[in-house]
């Protein structure tokens, strides 16, 4: 158990749906990190958030947003999905400071959508 | 920019031989670079990392990766490949010293696989 925990682990929808992943960073971790995994694009960097604050964003579609309240706890939110959204979602969380010491990730959640 | 090859998609290897995943990397600032690995079905491990102090870096289970800066390279080895081995390993670079802000930029992955 790495201490991010991630909720669902799978995941089954259909297009033009609504879904709402969640992440627990691991204990005294204030960043939050977003990634998704696909077989086509690899391991990519969506969205970053730091003591509730959005820090910074990569390739995260219009369509997907994201939230750190105020537990720390993080919700990326996709809408509108599209076949194409079909991946492994990774959340990942750090400390934060001046040098980055790896990030603990989750076990990830897999959408599947039909 | 900064961005990160790995040189090889799959490594198939003996059990019990080295093991040697190719990476090299390109970054404007100074990078701290790490390997994880992902077996099937699980998140992503941390195996290691460089973040400027010694070049050679131990990390779990054996592995270890040497950081080159006149080559840009981060190669990750082992002496001796175990049947747990097996799984798919990421080399990743961040920019150092960006405070607040580390974006993980990784690799597309090698894939080991240890033959009995």
Redesign the interface.
Known sequence: D?G?TQTPKHLITATGQRVTLRCSPRSGDL?V?W?QQSLDQ????LI?Y?NGEE??K?NILERFSAQQFPDLHSELNLSSLELGDSALY?C?S?V?????????????TRLTVV | AQSVTQLDSHVSVSEGTPVLLRCNYSSSYSP?L?W?VQHPN?????LL?Y?SAATLVKGINGFEAEFKKSETSFHLTKPSAHMSDAAEY?CVV?P??R???????????TKLSVIP
């Open positions: 790495s991010v960043s990190y990634y690899g391991l990519q960097f970053q730091y820090r910074a990569g990774f990942a750090s934060g400071g001046a040098l980055p010491q790896g990030y603990t990730f989750g076990s990830g | 701290s790490f994880y699980k998140g992503l491990q941390l990392k973040t990421f961040t150092r010293a405070a607040g802000s580390y974006q993980l930029t990784f690799g597309k992955g």
